[in-house]
């Protein structure tokens, strides 16, 4: 799945679906596959691939600044061409993050745990570190599983607020269903990020199961997705 590219900023994106790999695959299974494609897709190559080893968490790394070989994260910043960044989705939401000016881009990977612990935040106050007004952004938020089939529990819910849970929540016959990316994008206009900045992928991964990669509605023989990011320029 392959996004325009905003040439005239210099960055190229995308989402990379790979069927065939086991979600439950050793990480330098994911590598070794992830890493030729990668390097294959984008024109210019990448000089150096950022991967992290994610977990759920709303921790954001500037690998400009990170000194640790294994990167740790879910969520990356830099500002350097030809790095590309990479994250794993499978349902959870990939944000984009670039600013043409500053030249600085960010990726997250946003699961409900991560959302809930302020991964959108965090990516912000990153992003502002390294110089990025939060307004000066553009942002996607990718394909990911929307609200038409993510149903929660309490679980979920309580981890959100009660405007967040009233606003983004849908009661039907089967269940509390819940919209991730609105929250993100929610989360991002609050951080200062500009309404008509933000684009959103309606595309949900569960309903595209058969194209894309979706935990939700496969399990383990989902595949994965790598979502990448690249100053080209």
């Known amino acids: 799945m392959c996004y325009p590219d905003t040439a005239d900023a210099g960055v190229t994106h995308g989402i990379m679906v790979f069927k065939e790999a086991v979600f439950g695959s050793r990480r330098n299974e994911w590598l070794g596959l992830v ?61 984009f993050a670039w600013d043409v000016e500053k030249r600085v881009i960010g990726l997250a990977h946003c699961g409900w745990r991560g959302l809930a612990a302020g991964i959108v935040e965090e990516l912000l106050r990153v992003l502002r570190f390294e110089g990025s007004d939060p307004a000066d952004l553009s942002i996607l938020i990718g394909a990911a599983i929307g609200p038409c089939c993510y149903r929660v529990g309490d679980d979920l819910l309580d981890r959100f607020t009660d405007k967040e849970v009233r606003t ?10 819940f919209d991730l990316k609105a929250v993100a994008a929610s989360r991002l206009l609050e951080g200062g990020v500009g309404r008509e900045r933000i684009s959103i992928d309606k595309t949900c991964t569960s309903c595209k199961k058969y194209l894309l990669s979706s935990y939700r509605a496969d399990g383990s023989d989902c595949g994965r997705m790598l979502a990448y990011l690249m100053l080209t320029g």
Not at 56 to 73: F, P, T, W
Not at 168 to 177: E, L, N, P, Q
């Open 35 to 95: 890493r030729p494609e990668l390097e294959e897709r984008l024109d210019p190559g990448p000089r150096r691939m950022a991967i992290p080893r994610q977990f759920h968490s709303a921790r954001v790394m500037s690998i400009d600044r990170a000194g640790a070989r294994e990167l740790e994260c879910d969520g990356l910043v830099t500002s350097t061409p030809l790095t590309a960044l990479g994250i794993s989705v499978s349902d959870c939401v990939p944000i």
């Open 168 to 177: 983004f929540s849908t009661d039907r016959a089967a269940g509390v269903f």
